[in-house]
């Protein structure tokens, strides 16, 4: 008796499991299961690294499909001002034209061979950007502006 009650919980559990996995694989653009916010680091730290190698390209970091991945960037003197986030791809193209980073510069090279600034990237959906807190930590806020819950209040 013990052995078929073990042998029953594992097969409703595999079930559930199953039936989850389906849903959320089925509804992928309505369920997102990562965090909405991403803890990058020190500011001294990043800007440091975007002042002597160009600005950063983050992947996707909230879904597998890349349609999200961002550039993060730095300007001034200041670690703490200065942040923003823009798309990775060229405000006067789709999201399917991914730009790459000339090394060592603020330029870029998009889908199509062209050289532009960082000022001709898209920009992002509004409230997706970086949070500084008053300690030097950079976060980022993945969540747009739409997604948000009406009573949710940003801070930066």
């Not at 597998?64 to 730095?74: E, F, M, Q, S, W």
């Not at 061979?113 to 409230?127: H, K, M």
Request: proline share 7%.
């Amino acid at each position: 008796m013990p052995v078929a009650a073990g042998i029953a919980f594992f097969i409703v559990l595999g079930l559930l499991l199953w039936g989850v996995a389906a849903y959320i694989s089925g509804n992928s653009q309505e369920v997102n299961i990562a965090p909405s916010t991403v803890d990058i680091g020190r500011t001294k730290t990043y800007a440091a690294i975007i002042a002597s190698e160009g600005p950063l390209i983050l992947p996707d970091l909230l879904r597998a499909n890349g349609k999200r991945t961002i550039v993060l960037d730095h300007t001034g003197d200041d670690p703490q001002q200065g942040w923003r986030v823009l798309m990775a791809y060229p405000a006067d193209r789709g999201v399917d034209c991914k730009v790459e980073l000339i090394k060592g510069t603020r330029t870029f090279t998009d889908c199509e061979g062209r050289t532009i600034g960082i000022d001709d990237l898209a920009a992002p959906e509004q409230g997706v950007g970086p949070v500084v807190s008053p300690d030097g930590q950079l976060t980022l806020d993945l969540l747009p502006a739409s997604a948000e819950p009406s009573d949710t209040v940003k801070s930066s």
